[in-house]
């Protein structure tokens, strides 16, 4: 183990009932125990958009929702997923009814330019829903993607 990666420990204090309902929820999740919560609760809270800087490598996914039949939405997604290709891994396209397509885009980038294309798609009429969603990449995952930089 590393340095970097060596456990320090530190308390936590809170009321009875505020740690009875933690223990309800991570019970109900399969946690082994409160620090592994813990560690996941403080890893959610740092990929927070809010939290990411603008020229962090990430991967993540963006959700889709849309009106298929909606006059040029398709192809404006299509022409659009082009453009963006270097940060488009993969997609995967399903059709939900008649009228509604789910599409997951998986991506790779610097966070302000998945954010740009995520932005580009929640502005078209037609579409319903859009959400980006990204983890942090690691330094060894930004070299091998020297275009990320």
């Known amino acids: 183990m590393t340095e970097k990666d060596a456990l320090i420990r530190f308390g936590v204090s809170m009321n009875q009932d505020l740690v009875e309902q933690f ?3 991570i019970d109900k999740q399969g946690y082994d125990n409160r620090s592994e919560a813990i560690r996941d609760l403080i890893r959610k809270a740092l990929i927070e958009p809010t939290m990411l800087q603008q020229t962090q490598a990430v991967a993540g996914t ?15 997604l299509i022409e659009l997923q082009h453009h ?29 330019k998945l954010n740009e294309l995520c932005q580009q798609i929640q502005v078209q009429k037609g579409v319903f829903y859009a959400e ?3 983890t942090h990449m690691n330094e060894e995952s930004v070299a091998e993607h020297s275009h990320l930089k």
């Open 84 to 112: 963006f290709h270097h940060e488009i891994i993969s997609t995967m396209h399903v059709h939900l009814n008649h009228a509604q397509c789910l599409e997951v885009l998986v991506v790779r980038g610097v966070y302000r």
């Open 23 to 25: 223990d309800k929820i």
């Open 132 to 134: 980006l969603s990204v």
């Open 62 to 76: 963006i959700v889709i929702v849309y009106d298929h039949a909606f006059h040029g939405l398709a192809a404006y």
